[in-house]
């Protein structure tokens, strides 16, 4: 049942995130809104539905460590697997704004989600943790980053690919489509692979950080992916720099603010490889051809998550 769940889900996501991208690079032509404002917000946070799930459940349930590993992992996952694996379809092209504006402030938000898990104290125990109060500075930094959104929304988009243009009803349905296929697509994944993984005798840590982690991204993935297929780089890279936003400020956020979350160090580690992949993927956008993530980088980057993933396994 867990392999049915498993593969079953696989073709949901596919079929979901195909909907998605058509109605998302429709509903951008029509609104004459760039695409990489629809990757970033629509379909960065839909795709971005199964963390949030699973964060608000393991909040309400005291599950600190899934709290923080599925978020740290699914972050660490999107750079380096889904832009990997996007990167391998067809070279992604991006805008200045991406370069210069997002992903900074996708490195910045994680730096201060570390600075933030380590800075706090209880009673008089030294005790990491992520309080109501530093959720309420992550979800006034969201605000801060959906007011920049509005700023960029009417800026005009370099991609010179057409898209086929449906009707705002149309375009919206197949929004509203491919975001309830992507979020039963991972959810079955998801039930699938920790059923596996609990087979295996894994912990919840590892499963957290990886199974997990990769179950509620696979809408991310399936997204990126045809989108990267269809040559929609502004939803394919914003796809992944909007979910690793909203992973951090939104979600984090809501999940500190419904139960503050006591952190164990040992993500620390975690977050930092979040941080140096953040920072590769900047610098990648000024080697090779400027502002475009090659194949050969594409390559590098999986290449990266495979290490992460036998760090967790040999190291943990």
Request: hydrophobic share 55%; net charge positive.
């Amino acid at each position: 049942m867990s392999v049915t769940f498993l593969v079953l889900g696989l073709i949901i996501l596919i079929f979901g995130a195909e909907l998605l991208v058509q109605g998302a690079a429709s509903l951008a032509k029509r609104l004459a809104i760039a695409e990489i404002v629809i990757g970033l917000t629509v379909v960065a946070f839909g795709t971005s539905t199964p963390e949030m799930v699973v964060n608000i459940f393991a909040s309400i349930e005291n599950r600190n460590d899934i709290v923080f590993g599925n978020i740290i992992g699914s972050n660490i996952f999107n750079i380096l697997l889904i832009l990997g694996v996007s990167g391998l379809i067809y070279p992604l092209a991006v805008q200045k704004n991406t370069v210069w504006k997002e992903i900074p402030f996708s490195f910045l938000v994680t730096l201060v989600l570390l600075l933030l898990v380590n800075d706090s104290a209880n009673n008089s125990l030294l005790c990491c943790m992520l309080s109501r109060n530093d959720g309420l500075v992550l979800l006034l930094l969201f605000a801060i980053f959906i007011t920049y959104l509005f700023g960029i929304a009417k800026v005009e988009s370099t991609d010179k690919y057409q898209v086929k243009v449906y009707s705002v009803a149309v375009s919206t349905l197949l929004i509203i489509g491919g975001l309830g296929a992507l979020f039963a697509g991972g959810k079955l994944c998801l039930v699938g692979a920790v059923e596996l993984a609990r087979n295996f005798g894994l912990s919840e840590k590892f499963i957290a950080s990886t199974i997990m982690a990769a179950g509620t991204s696979l809408p991310e993935l399936a997204t990126s992916s045809v989108a990267a297929y269809r040559r929609r780089c502004d939803i394919a890279v914003g796809n992944i720099v909007g979910s690793n936003v909203f992973n951090i400020l939104a979600i984090l956020g809501v999940s500190a603010v419904i139960r503050p979350a006591v952190y164990n160090p040992a993500f620390n580690v975690d977050l930092c490889i979040l941080i140096v992949a953040t920072v590769i993927l900047y610098l990648a956008m000024f080697t090779g051809k400027r502002h475009r993530l090659d194949r050969w980088e594409a390559v590098l980057m999986l290449l990266g998550y495979i290490g992460y993933v036998m760090y967790l396994l040999y190291l943990r």
